[in-house]
């Protein structure tokens, strides 16, 4: 079950310790978008969010997004953002992951990946030897196939019990 438990865990992502993250050499960070930046039917990022993203850029951060959803709504939010995304990732696939490697022209022992779901995003970091953090869903609103993974997902982690 090691591949499927996060490395930290933490209530949404401004609730992480990137202090820590820089600190420690982890200065790649890959988001997922959906229920971790935003919710799934919101269709443009706040002022929280963008000014979330500057903030880590300045403090030195490589940021990238790499998500499951639609090219044209990665495109919009990313640019938002003032970052690079790829959309249709299939993860817990890992091709995505490794082209935000590539085009960031980074190592695995620097990059962290940031998400809300297990058998996806911590999973697909387990699969490319990178750390991952995940967060709590913004929203309860979900696909069908993540409601069933959500629930597979309670026999890993007990929501709320936060980590670092």
Do not use: C, H
Not at 2 to 30: A, G, Q, S
Request: aromatic share 16%; no cysteine; proline share 2%.
């Amino acid at each position: 079950m090691e591949k499927y438990r996060p490395w930290k865990y933490y209530k949404d992502i401004f609730d992480i310790n990137y202090d820590f993250l820089m600190k420690n050499n982890f200065n790649t960070l890959v988001f997922d978008i959906d229920n971790t930046i935003i919710n799934n039917r919101t269709k443009d990022v706040s002022y929280k969010e963008i000014e979330l993203f500057k903030r880590l850029k300045d403090m030195g951060f490589k940021v990238i997004i790499v998500s499951n959803s639609w090219p044209w709504r990665v495109r919009k939010i990313s640019k938002r953002l003032g970052v690079k995304g790829f959309g249709l990732s299939f993860k817990p696939l890992i091709f995505n992951i490794l082209k935000a490697k590539r085009y960031l022209k980074t190592s695995y022992e620097n990059m962290v990946l940031i998400g809300d779901q297990i058998f996806t995003d911590v999973y697909a970091a387990y699969k490319t030897g990178i750390k991952s953090i995940l967060v709590d869903p913004i929203d309860v609103y979900e696909s069908f196939i993540t409601i069933f993974n959500r629930g597979r997902e309670n026999d890993i982690i007990n929501r709320g019990d936060y980590y670092e």
